[in-house]
């Protein structure tokens, strides 16, 4: 019998108008598909579990909707380009899912996967991203504190990325306006993003 997670119900219930009729189709698929799926919520955005690890993931944005394999590549096959966290590209409405037919056959071999316990194949090395391009708001607030300046430059691309991505993240204007004041103050003090974390660590 499949698992219903009502943190998932709530998910759908705060998305986007637009969003919610995707996600329900989404859901009910993948429960067709695969009856003995659980969900839960990882990183926070609904997934779907079978035989010990994720089949499928599936999360609501701002403009568009995601819904993507944990063994991609596996699933969907060689050449088929992953679009960020989606298989199938951002998806506006009800006309953007796969044909009914394909999409669950598609659940079914992610399942099968599983079940028979194939990993996903180690990551390739990529080429190392470049430096992240700093907003403006950012860049202004940053030539107003020498030492805020001093440690962003100082610091990699990865940690750049990390608060640059935290800034224009926001989605309200008054909070990427806290989050600048806060990133100032940081990288004043020499601390990276995820400091606190870093800290927490034995």
Known sequence: MSHHDPRVDAYIAQSAPFAQPILERLRAL??????????????RMPSFLYAGGIVCTMAA????VAFGFW??????????ERDGMGSF?????????????????LIRKAAALNAQG?????PRKAAPRPRPEVPADLAAALRGNRAAAATFRAFPPGRQR?????????RRDETRQRRLAQTVEWLAQGKPRNWKYLQARP
């Open 71 to 80: 063994k991609h590549a596996l699933v969907m096959g060689a050449g088929v």
């Open 118 to 122: 194939v990993k996903t194949p180690g």
């Open 61 to 64: 944005f701002k403009r568009h």
């Open 89 to 105: 590209g951002k998806m506006t409405s009800l006309r953007d899912l796969p044909p009914q037919r394909d999409l669950l056959a």
């Open 162 to 170: 990390d608060y640059v991505e935290w800034i224009t993240g926001a």
């Open 30 to 43: 993948v429960h067709q598909a695969c009856p003995e799926v659980e969900e839960t919520l990882k990183w």
